[in-house]
């Protein structure tokens, strides 16, 4: 089993910034992908980004130059950075996963957090 710890959600204004970290841990061979999805009110779960194993950023639509993403394969970490909100941000933001858990796990094994609401108003 993956555990993927979230922090960094909560209340912020229009036009502030947010900045999110999930950390991964337990059974892991190898993390070929660890980025950030996001869930709006009314509306499908979209990807924000994911990193590669080979530190190659794969971007949502619409998503490139708002936010940032960093992988740090030391920590099994990735972060999210995103300025300049806008209440259309608000949603439910998941860590994401894509794991080997074992040298046999070729395929890799995705795995979720729990999600960390973050609410953009005044």
């Known amino acids: 089993q993956v555990q993927l710890e979230e922090s960094g959600g909560g209340w912020v204004l229009p036009g502030g910034s947010l900045g999110l970290s999930c950390t991964a841990s337990?059974?892991?061979?190898?993390?070929?992908?660890l980025g950030w999805y996001r869930q709006r009110p009314g509306k499908e779960r979209e990807l924000v980004a994911r990193v590669t194993s080979i530190d190659m950023t794969e971007w949502g639509d619409n998503m490139k130059g708002r936010f940032t993403v960093v992988r740090d394969n030391r920590k099994n970490s990735v972060s999210l950075q995103g300025n300049g909100l806008k209440p259309d941000d608000t949603a439910v933001y998941y860590c994401y996963a894509h794991v080997a858990i074992n040298a046999a796990d070729r395929l890799g094994t995705e795995f979720w957090g729990k999600g960390t609401l973050v609410t953009v108003s005044s």
């Open positions: 337990g059974s892991i061979y190898n993390i070929y992908l």
